[in-house]
T-cell receptor
Framework: AQKITQTQPGMFVQEKEAVTLDCTYD???????LFWYKQPSSGEMIFLIY??????QNATEGRYSLNFQKARKSANLVISASQLGDSAMYFC???????????????FGRGTQLTVWP | EPEVTQTPSHQVTQMGQEVILRCVPI?????FYWYRQILGQKVEFLVS????????KSEIFDDQFSVERPDGSNFTLKIRSTKLEDSAMYFC????????????FGPGTRLTVT
């Protein structure tokens, strides 16, 4: 079974500081994708960033970057220059490409609640 | 920017009643998914749908659940006889064919079973 672990139930960061949200995964597959989603208190799921298992460069999207360490099976999300609006639940997820009918299904971690304080 | 839409945003129903949750995926997407999130818990996969048939379903997706694409735009999830434990946020998502680098989620439908 695929497993995504987010060990930090809650994180606190001061506005304008950087924060790292941890995510580790467990799979024997070689081809997979890693995702981060943001879920504000309003409930919607907002896609933030994607990293493919064969991508050599760490993914970046604006203030978000993914610190991908394949050998350690970790895919930590780094948010630079935190803003008050970053306060939300953050989910790490993965999917598998070469799995026939399971293409695209996302497996989610339990999430980390990030609170940004002024 | 194209987006996935879901209706209703909140549905309250009595135990044993049938509910239909509706989704309009992004127009050029061909893979569709339903997920659910029980309050305070992680997001769980229910079912994926491609080419007018179910691609995969989880153990949660039992005979009480069904999905349908009744026309070219809507994608529905039906729960035949709701139970208290079906209370959750239900998310629809869609993605482009063979493109795995993003799955777009709708805003969700909060289902409350009383």
């Amino acid at each position: 079974a695929q497993k995504i672990t987010q060990t930090q139930p809650g994180m606190f960061v001061q506005e304008k500081e950087a924060v790292t949200l941890d995510c580790t995964y467990d799979t024997s597959d070689q081809s997979y994708g890693l995702f981060w989603y943001k879920q504000p208190s309003s409930g919607e799921m907002i896609f933030l960033i994607y990293q493919g298992s064969y991508d050599e460069q760490n993914a970046t999207e604006g203030r978000y970057s993914l610190n991908f360490q394949k050998a350690r099976k970790s895919a930590n999300l780094v948010i630079s220059a935190s803003q008050l609006g970053d306060s939300a639940m953050y989910f790490c997820a993965m999917s598998f490409f070469d799995r026939g009918s399971t293409l695209g299904r996302l497996y989610f971690g339990r999430g980390t609640q990030l609170t940004v304080w002024p | 920017e194209p987006e996935v839409t879901q209706t209703p945003s909140h549905q309250v129903t009595q135990m044993g009643q049938e509910v239909i949750l509706r989704c309009v995926p992004i127009s050029n997407h061909l893979y569709f998914y339903w997920y659910r999130q029980i309050l305070g818990q992680k997001v769980e996969f229910l079912v994926s749908f491609y080419n007018n048939e179910i691609s995969e379903k989880s153990e949660i997706f039992d005979d009480q659940f069904s999905v349908e694409r009744p026309d070219g735009s809507n994608f529905t999830l039906k729960i035949r006889s709701t139970k208290l434990e079906d209370s959750a946020m239900y998310f629809c998502a869609s993605s482009e064919v063979i493109r795995m680098d993003e799955q777009y989620f709708g805003p969700g439908t909060r289902l409350t079973v009383t």
